[in-house]
């Protein structure tokens, strides 16, 4: 997800957990088998020698996030029912599914709950939660448009940013460091577009996208950028006959060489404002903000490495890739972990997707041989012509002749270059919530990563790669080396395993340390129970959620 990277804003049903259902719908529109929670029960979990895992809490609604501040109390972001149901039919009732709204709970360092926070306060959910030691405070990004603050268990909770781009893809990873506040700023749309067939985009208001950009243009979607893009003039044709040009509003063709002026803040970037910007009331401005690293789409994780290593001044960055929807299919985008070294460095997304360009043939999975009646984009245009790739001028076997690949939005390629991930993941298991271990968790320059899994977007892998918590070593004189670290007896979600090994993780999401740095936790939003062949396909589980607890004992 964060997991609403995944769902995205687009999916606003709802959830629950489970015990064993073989059957869990009714068949009738909203209608589900309800299903209770699993005790939670650590042996059900593996994970290396010298390392224990326990239950911290367990009985919550959905929790996406958490936070240790200085005392060592644990903040946890409780996101509210998602997906769905929020009422479900069951025996001829209507019940209403008791799933908590959004709000932030805390705990103490032995997991006696101390107090809840903003229950009521906040209007949609969130997805991350972060603790800066530098002004003891504890910030709350609520995922659409919102940041608030507090200073500890018992201080004011402010709202501190406002007006931020919203779409699929909005607010996830919040830090600190040496004086600044950096989050992750999705990218609103899935590849560039705002797909005029999709969520209802042809409406003038949409509630699920900010109306920014330029005022001459209408106040519809758009993806704000971070750098003056040069367009190539791709353009969409809808069901209703628009043409949408990619970073533009539904319903305004683009036309190639046109400009797309940048704007502060943008769409798929990490923002930052310095904590000093603070105004009177309260409130950071827009003009004080700055880009510190671009090209990125659904980010869910932000990090600094540990003070004293070599990745003090680096910042770790998870992002969930790219969906095969829309007119503008990529396919085989991956989840992938970034290393921010500078300010003003760019991933390359839309145009690139992890390591390569989208006009490479990986992301195309459907071979185009010139033919007039069989084209794999018969809705892409550039101008107000329609795309028809050029074929190369030697020729393959016919089985495999034509070419594949992704048409570019962006006609000025960035001159300071691209940075490449350090890693890529299962594409659509969403590499969330990140943290870095050191030598007390017996690791070193190491991170660790919760895998959330798919919800909509599969195909599915042949090997379920989630839940886990997934250890990436940085190796000297360079490159990586990944490994399962936490993860159920048998691959998979514990809503679908089999009777005697029930108990273990579901989805986890996030993964904090303790101060005493020996200590990890790990944020496991609890069951979200999915069936397509339901009318409402999602039910989210009231009470599964858990914060487990892995202790080094070094042994």
């Known amino acids: 997800m964060k997991i609403l990277r995944i769902a995205g804003t687009a999916v606003a049903v709802v959830l629950l957990s489970a015990t064993l259902a073989s059957n869990a719908g009714t068949g009738k529109s909203g209608g589900w088998v309800p299903r209770t929670a699993v005790s939670p029960d650590p042996s059900k979990l593996t994970v290396p020698k010298g390392y224990k895992a326990e239950v911290f809490v367990a009985g919550l609604d959905t929790p996406s996030s958490a936070a240790v501040d200085k005392e060592g109390n644990v903040w946890v972001a409780i996101s509210g029912n998602l997906f769905g149901p929020f009422e479900y039919e069951y025996n001829g009732q209507r019940i209403k599914n008791p799933v908590s709204g959004p709000h932030v709970k805390v705990f103490d360092k032995d997991g006696k709950h101390l107090k809840d926070i903003g229950v009521g306060k906040f209007g949609f959910v969130m997805n991350a939660i972060?603790?800066?030691?530098?002004?003891?405070?504890?910030?709350?990004?609520?995922?659409?448009?919102?940041i608030w603050e507090i200073s500890g268990v018992n201080g004011e909770l402010r709202k501190i940013i406002t007006d931020l781009p919203i779409g699929d893809h909005q607010i996830g990873g919040i830090t600190c460091k040496d004086g600044y506040i950096y989050w992750g700023q999705g990218f609103p749309s899935n590849s560039?577009?705002?797909d005029p067939d999709?969520?209802?985009w042809t409406a003038e208001i949409d509630p699920f996208w900010q109306k920014h950009g330029d005022p001459a243009l209408p106040k519809t979607a758009r993806d704000p950028v971070c750098r003056d893009i040069v367009h190539t003039g791709l353009n969409v044709l809808s069901s209703d006959g628009r043409l949408t040009g990619a970073l533009m509003p539904a319903g305004v063709p683009a036309k190639p060489g046109m400009v797309i002026k940048a704007q502060v803040p943008c769409g798929g970037s990490v923002m930052r404002v310095k904590i000093d910007k603070q105004g009177g009331?309260?409130?950071y401005k827009h003009e004080d903000?700055?880009?510190y690293a671009m090209g990125f789409r659904n980010q869910s994780g932000i990090r600094f490495g540990p003070k004293g290593s070599r990745f003090e001044t680096a910042l770790a960055v998870s992002d969930n890739g790219v969906n095969d929807l829309g007119h503008r299919r990529i396919a085989n985008g991956a989840e992938k972990l970034w290393i921010v070294t500078e300010k003003g460095q760019d991933g390359g997304f839309p145009d690139k997707e992890g390591m390569g360009f989208v006009t490479n043939k990986r992301f195309s999975l459907k071979?185009?041989?010139?033919?007039k009646i069989d084209s794999p984009y018969?809705?892409?245009?550039?101008?107000?012509?329609?795309?028809?790739?050029?074929?190369?001028?030697?020729?393959f076997p016919p089985h495999v002749e034509g070419i594949r690949g992704v048409p570019l939005i962006v006609a000025n390629p960035n001159p300071n270059g691209y940075i490449n991930p350090v890693l890529e993941w299962d594409t659509n298991n969403p590499m969330d919530g990140i943290a870095w271990g050191d030598e007390r968790f017996g690791a070193k320059d190491t991170i660790f990563a919760a895998i959330f899994g798919i919800i909509d977007n599969g195909p599915e892998s042949l090997v379920p790669t989630w839940p886990a918590i997934v250890r990436i070593d940085f190796l000297q004189p360079a490159g990586v080396k990944w490994s399962y670290f936490m993860r159920n007896r048998d691959p998979g979600p514990n809503a679908y395993q089999k009777p005697e090994n029930r108990g273990g993780l579901e989805r986890t999401n996030d993964v904090v340390f303790a101060n005493d740095g020996k200590t990890m936790y790990v944020v496991d939003y609890g069951e979200l129970y999915i069936d397509y062949s339901m009318?409402?396909?999602f039910f989210t589980t009231p009470r599964s959620g858990v914060i487990w607890k892995v202790t080094y004992t070094g042994q």
């Not at 071979?367 to 033919?371: A, L, T």
């Open 535 to 537: 009318p409402s396909p």
């Open 367 to 371: 071979p185009y041989n010139g033919s």
């Open 289 to 291: 903000m700055e880009v």
């Open 130 to 146: 972060g603790y800066c030691p530098e002004n003891n405070k504890v910030y709350v990004p609520e995922y659409s448009k919102h």
């Open 198 to 200: 999709n969520h209802g």
């Open 378 to 395: 018969p809705r892409l245009y550039i101008g107000d012509k329609p795309w028809v790739p050029e074929m190369p001028p030697y020729r």
């Open 281 to 283: 009331n309260g409130m």
């Open 192 to 194: 560039g577009f705002a």
